[in-house]
């Protein structure tokens, strides 16, 4: 979508990512996703009168994990709050959460801009909070029901700065921090289970205006994709109005996926709307320096230095490194697949291309290939040691990837193996040379390109075994004779 050239558009995005931990935030009940209806809940999660909250240390670690990984200020003093509203998924009345307090504070994640250039985009903070129910309402005539098992479900709300100016930019920041938090083993940025959520808010102003323009806010985000259609329609909406001389109120407003359109849902609430105040049933947080230094020198290879790594280290392309590391899991099947003895380039071709045209096909991830790294290794390193050719090679690979079956059992059951013995395919040259009289005579007479034929031929007798650089290095000597 072409945007007004007199007009910019200024976006900021607040993330609620659920965290693996295996209990809820204040209390032991599981976080397993697709559960019995209300099976996961207590009277803490619950919210019955006189319980008590107790908080979840593995979820204080991640949460100092991922603002290390984004380059954030851990505040060794932070404060839960009550949060209040009302939803009848939320059955405190209120959400615990942080306020003025946040465990994390700052930060950043860079994006590459359209221009190329590397493009940073602020954070404001991330903080901890606990997730509500959900509330059903499809297939149910007159009324809804209410499902508590998320409720107390530990989230981190990772709120951005409004860097960010293209519905492209917006997609690209999600997609750069959902994979930083798969590298952290924190979250598993599932959106359609709802476990790495987000909320737009769009303004737009005129082009070299300081003063940012009335902002809404955009919900009902279940993909990637519906943030940056609703990011564009917003934005085409909000200038519309302003150059029919109607304002832009602040409002929450809900994408209708199926119309492409977002639609009024209600007056945004600003910060006193909720009535925050301390949690009175919660102590400060207080984290020691030393306690971040243990979980900073615990921090994997993030993507952005796993990419460098491979440039530097293993001579790939900027390109190959940013398609091998938009994932956990595929630049670990890489690496496997390298220390199998591929060569890295043949490797990052070989993942690229081929096993990912494959999966992608069959609407398959990478974690569930049936070729594996270690056998994707040895079918590259039966290439580079001439064994079979690249052609066969590819239909080795068909049969991994049908059946799972490593690539050397597959050539000797169905005898593949290149033949690179001199005086074999030389038998098989002499052959062919004499039932093409013709063809002969034409090469000798000067017109060279006929040797493409005759190679064919010699690969056709041999079944497609013979190395292609012997066959062509046979061929011209005996032609040249």
């Not at 799972?404 to 169905?414: F, L, S, Y």
Request: hydrophobic fraction near 40%; aromatic fraction near 6%; charged fraction near 25%.
């Amino acid at each position: 979508m072409t945007y007004d050239p007199n007009y910019e558009t200024v976006i900021g995005l607040e993330v609620h990512a659920q965290m693996l931990t295996r209990s809820k935030i204040f209390c032991g009940c599981p976080t397993t996703f697709g559960s019995e209806a209300n099976g996961q809940i207590c009277p803490v999660c619950a919210a019955f009168p006189g319980v008590l909250p107790v908080l979840n240390t593995e979820l204080v670690r991640m949460a100092i994990k991922t603002g290390l990984a984004i380059r954030g200020t851990i505040r060794h003093h932070s404060e839960f709050a009550r949060k209040n509203y009302f939803y009848p998924d939320l059955p405190a009345g209120y959400q615990i959460s942080q306020f003025e307090l946040p465990i994390i504070e700052g930060g950043e994640l860079i994006i590459v801009a359209q221009d190329g250039v590397p493009k940073r985009i602020g954070m404001t903070r991330i903080h901890m909070e606990v997730d509500a129910g959900k509330s059903l309402h499809e297939g149910i005539q007159g009324a809804s029901w209410v499902d508590l098992n998320r409720t107390g479900t530990p989230l981190l709300e990772i709120v951005s700065e409004p860097d960010l100016g293209t519905a492209q930019e917006a997609g690209d920041y999600l997609k750069k921090l959902r994979s930083i938090l798969r590298y952290l083993q924190v979250c598993d940025g599932n959106m359609e289970e709802g476990s790495f959520r987000c909320d737009a808010n769009v303004s737009v102003r005129k082009r070299g205006a300081t003063r940012l323009g009335t902002r809404t806010e955009l919900k009902n985000l279940n993909s990637i994709r519906n943030v940056m259609r609703a990011i564009e329609y917003e934005a085409e909406r909000q200038i519309d109005a302003l150059e029919s001389g109607i304002p832009v109120v602040q409002e929450t407003r809900l994408w209708d996926a199926n119309q492409n359109v977002t639609r009024s849902m209600r007056g945004k609430e600003e910060a006193h709307d909720y009535r925050y105040f301390p949690e009175p049933d919660l102590p400060p947080l207080i984290i020691s320096q030393q306690r971040i230094e243990a979980i900073r020198e615990q921090l994997p290879e993030l993507p952005d230095a796993k990419g460098q790594r491979f440039m530097s280290q293993l001579g790939l392309s900027e390109y190959d490194a940013g398609v091998l590391t938009a994932s956990r899991e595929m630049a670990m099947f890489f690496e496997e697949t390298v220390r199998a003895g591929a060569q890295p380039k043949a490797a990052a071709n070989w993942i690229s291309v081929e096993l990912l045209g494959r999966l992608n096909r069959e609407g398959l991830d990478i974690e569930q290939s049936r070729v594996t790294p270690v056998h994707l290794g040895r079918l590259l390193v039966l290439i580079q040691n001439n064994e079979i050719s690249g052609k066969m090679a590819k239909d080795v690979f068909d049969l991994m990837l049908a059946s799972g079956t490593g690539p050397d059992q597959i050539v000797q059951e169905r005898g593949l193996k290149q033949v690179s013995d001199s005086v074999a395919i030389g038998a098989i040259i002499d052959q062919v040379l004499a039932q093409n009289p013709q063809q002969v005579q034409q090469f000798r007479q000067g017109k060279t390109k006929v040797i493409g034929f005759l190679v064919g031929q010699v690969m056709k007798a041999s079944q497609g075994q013979a190395n292609p650089a012997t066959v062509n290095a046979l061929l011209q000597e005996k032609l040249s004779g």
